[in-house]
């Protein structure tokens, strides 16, 4: 006989028998229509989005629907998040010699893609909703900084109107990562809707996916022309076709980041269905919350806005990293998958960031400047008070609500074994 009150780590029986399944949102409601979409574009031999047998303009027609969507003037999809920051930092001119803030708490692909673009990343400090603190951007501004990139952290959108004054009293280019956070709003408007020039990723752990993929937008016209060029070796076909010597005088060498048609026509399908995806995740998530939110113990980030957060993600804070680790792993052991964010760690703890390691000579482009960058574990205390407490639970649309009562079990049953 098992102990149903013993917790699953310590050989009890587990709330689930059969795990919960990761949470991948937009793969989780994947079916006919992403499976006819792509099929539609295989039929008609056309997986290239300039030319073809008979291009269905798929990767077009969803650059449309998501400026339709978010309401801005100009979308450029990509092959993924990290092109989608590369392209935008350089369709901004951002580059060697120039500073580009990030908040402590992002996905490395935020910091990498600024040393990518030949800039450096320097770090800032987030507050208790786990995304930048709008107070330490004026603490990290020198005579180096240029841009700004806030990333709405799983689901939770950024305090943009804080971030955007202080952002235009320093004179930062914003650089929206919507990449956790597609569909997220903050007082009404959404996320990837307040900077210059806003990046979004399809990658499977997103809201909506298509394994690989992402897209800039912005509705300044130089802005997403620079942007078209980059992403396709300088070109802009739709203006003046291909490989034209008539280009204006401003063009530029670039790379190739454009998306293929196979992947426009499933994002295209999983585009029309990011606000059921929402609207799904974010029941799943406020029922679970609700009824857990009496525990001793037991906190959560703040969600800057809980109307407009995309549900993606229920993060728990405990009182220190101790409890936190053994709370993850007794969750995970009862059935629900939990994990943390980044090691639990702010993220210029990766050895290559912190130890500033390129793959260029002389550690490029960090040998830009007439001082040494300097990154030290302390810099950003407010990270290391809440990263490593936490415990995150993905939410996936299609839990079920004997799902949220399992989650729910669970969560109490830990609890009353850990947090005493
Ligand atoms: C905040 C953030 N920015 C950028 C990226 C990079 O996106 P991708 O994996 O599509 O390159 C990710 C996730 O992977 C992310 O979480």
Same mark, same amino acid.
């Given at each position: 006989m098992t102990d149903k009150n013993k917790l699953a780590i310590h050989g009890g029986e587990p709330v689930r028998t059969e795990p919960l399944h990761t949470a991948y949102p937009g793969a989780d409601v994947y079916g006919e229509e992403e499976k006819r979409a792509a099929i539609e574009v295989i039929e008609n031999q056309s997986p290239y989005r300039y030319y073809g047998a008979n291009v269905l303009g798929k990767v077009k027609s969803f650059e449309n629907m998501f400026s339709e969507k978010f309401g801005n003037n100009h979308t450029l999809a990509v092959t993924s998040g990290t092109a989608s920051l590369v392209v935008a930092l350089k369709a901004a001119g951002i580059g060697p010699g120039d500073k580009v803030i990030v908040p402590a708490?992002? %996905?490395l692909a935020t910091p990498g893609a600024v040393v990518v673009a030949g800039a450096v990343p320097v770090f800032a400090d987030i507050d208790d909703s786990m995304n930048?603190?709008?107070?330490a951007i004026g603490k990290v501004v020198d005579k180096y900084t240029k841009a700004i990139i806030p990333v709405p952290i799983l689901g939770n959108p950024c305090q943009m109107d804080r971030i955007m004054e202080e952002s235009k009293k320093h004179n930062l280019i914003v650089i929206e990562d919507v990449a956790q956070s597609c569909g997220s709003k903050y007082k009404g408007k959404y996320s990837g809707t307040f900077g210059d020039i806003n990046c979004f990723s399809l990658q499977i752990n997103k809201i909506i996916t298509t394994g690989e993929g992402g897209a800039v937008t912005t509705n300044d016209p130089k802005l997403y022309e620079r942007a078209v060029r980059y992403h396709d070796q300088g070109m802009f076909r739709e203006k003046e076709g291909f490989l034209s010597k008539d280009a204006p005088d401003d063009v530029f060498v670039g790379q190739n980041y454009r998306m293929s048609e196979i992947t426009g026509a499933v994002a295209l399908e999983q585009l029309k269905k990011l606000d059921s995806i929402i609207e799904s995740m974010r029941k799943v998530k406020y029922s679970i919350k609700n009824q857990i939110k009496d525990i001793n113990g037991l906190g959560f980030r703040t969600i800057n806005d809980e109307a407009g957060d995309s549900g993606n993600s229920l993060i728990l804070l405990l009182p220190d990293a101790e409890i936190a680790a053994e709370f993850r792993k007794a969750l995970t052991a009862e059935g629900i998958p939990t994990g943390f964010l980044y090691n639990g760690e702010p993220i210029y703890m990766i050895p290559q960031m912190m130890k500033k390691k390129t793959v260029d000579r002389n550690n490029f482009p960090f040998?830009? %400047?007439?001082e040494e960058i300097v990154y030290t574990r302390d810099m950003c205390p407010n990270s290391w008070n809440i990263m490593p407490r936490s415990a995150n639970i993905g939410i996936s649309p299609t839990y079920t609500e004997k799902d949220v009562d399992d989650i729910v079990k669970a969560i109490r049953k830990v609890a009353a074994h850990l947090l005493k």
């Open positions: 708490c992002t %996905f930048i603190d709008p107070d040998d830009q %400047f007439d």
